[in-house]
């Protein structure tokens, strides 16, 4: 299964996971083409479509590191993972 290099939004994740719908992402988004200076997940939590919680969680799942993806795909173990980072960071792999 090959990765994907695809840029997430907020709101693709939040309705992707269920955490807003469809209707209210576009509604968010219609209010933001008439305020621009107001954040996509400002507008959604004072809209009551969402928490700040479900916010934070949708940019921590947009900023994940690749060895957690990696994880989470069951491509490598996260001792696997640890014992190659620590070999990068003492200089055993000096060609990568």
Not at 30 to 49: A, F
Not at 54 to 81: C, M, P, S
Not at 85 to 91: E, S
């Amino acid at each position: 299964m090959p990765l994907k290099s695809k840029k997430l939004r907020l709101g693709d994740v939040l309705v992707q996971h269920k955490r807003i719908t469809e209707t209210e992402l576009e509604q968010a988004l219609k209010i933001q083409t008439v305020r621009p200076n107001r954040r996509l997940g400002t507008l959604l939590i004072e809209l009551g479509h969402c928490t700040e919680k479900d916010v934070q969680w949708a940019y921590h799942r947009i900023n994940r590191k690749l060895g957690k993806i990696l994880i989470e795909k069951g491509l490598i173990t996260d001792f696997d993972l640890k014992r190659v980072l620590g070999r990068m960071w003492y200089g055993r792999y000096r060609g990568l």
